[in-house]
């Protein structure tokens, strides 16, 4: 690491350092590390990248299959446990008790640590159900009751959901014990469910946004281009920082030491009036991406 660097990320540092409060009074990172889709061997050193750069949120889940290298990475990396929120997510196959139960176990022991900062349900349906109307409502109350016990035993620090609908999060809501601190959504300019985040906001719950760049497939966006110019940033600065404005945690996933570092640059403040551009544009085709049903499947924005 040459001075160069670490001058530069270190003038960066309040990107990352940034926080929302959970309603427990813990404090979980603005700006994250999304880690979809890096194969296990690659992970460690993405991971330590980000930590050395001045990340503290990394979030990782069961069905990335990464969970390891995360881990390794963490240790490598120097940062005090304490230091960094971790998230993980179970399977969204698994949809009993038992099954959820061992999977937090295999993922602590994964990870190499003895507790999650965040653990969620990673979908409220199998991904191969996604969009169906089984929701799966008694299932994912029995998954939810092994989170419930998780965080009893400190084992998670909080829990929540990914990818839940109002009906889905209702379901929790009004059978749970401990209620969803987090709901993880897709969530970028181009497809914002502003319902969706007003209900989570009501609910006393933290959103967070992942995909906020739409897995790349809106940085060739007209619209964003001309604003990322007028700002003076990246369509990739601009996407995070608006879904920072809009109130949600930003996940972005990056590999490469320059996108790590263009991802924190966030110190602009985005008009109200251009606030309001990206809230109502509507992008729904994510090109190769499609393949995934978290996009191909995303329930559609009136």
Request: aromatic share 8%.
């Amino acid at each position: 690491m040459t001075e160069e660097r670490v001058n530069k990320y270190d003038a960066a540092n309040s990107a990352v350092s940034a926080t929302f409060k959970l309603r427990n009074g813990n404090l979980i990172p603005q700006l994250g590390l999304g880690t979809w889709l890096i194969d296990n061997d690659k992970v460690k050193r993405v991971v330590v990248d980000a930590l050395k750069m001045g990340y503290r949120l990394i979030d990782t889940a069961q069905a990335y299959d990464n969970e390891e290298g995360v881990g390794e990475g963490i240790r490598e990396s120097g940062v005090d446990r304490k230091d960094i929120y971790l998230t993980s997510k179970i399977r969204a196959e698994y949809k009993t008790y038992d099954e959820a139960r061992r999977s937090i176990d295999e993922s602590l022991q994964k990870l190499g640590t003895d507790y999650l900062d965040l653990m969620l349900i990673h979908c409220p349906q199998p991904w191969d159900e996604y969009g169906s109307d089984n929701h799966y409502y008694a299932e994912n109350l029995e998954v939810w009751k092994a989170l419930e016990d998780a965080f009893r035993e400190d084992k998670v620090r909080a829990i929540g959901v990914a990818n839940f609908g109002k009906a889905d999060l209702q379901n929790i809501l009004d059978h749970a014990v401990e209620m969803p601190f987090v709901d993880q959504v897709l969530t970028h300019a181009g497809h914002t469910d502003l319902d969706l985040l007003e209900f989570i906001k009501q609910s006393d719950m933290q959103a967070e946004a992942h995909s906020p760049m739409g897995h790349g497939e809106v940085l060739q966006n007209p619209v964003l281009v001309e604003l990322a110019h007028k700002y003076g940033c990246s369509v990739a600065s601009l996407c995070i920082k608006y879904t920072i404005e809009l109130g949600c945690v930003a996940l972005p996933k990056a590999t490469s030491w320059e996108h790590l570092e263009d991802n924190m640059n966030t110190h602009f403040e985005i008009d109200p009036k251009d606030m309001d551009t990206l809230k109502h544009l509507k992008i729904e085709d994510y090109g190769e991406s499609a393949q995934f049903p978290c996009y191909s499947k995303a329930p559609k924005i009136a």
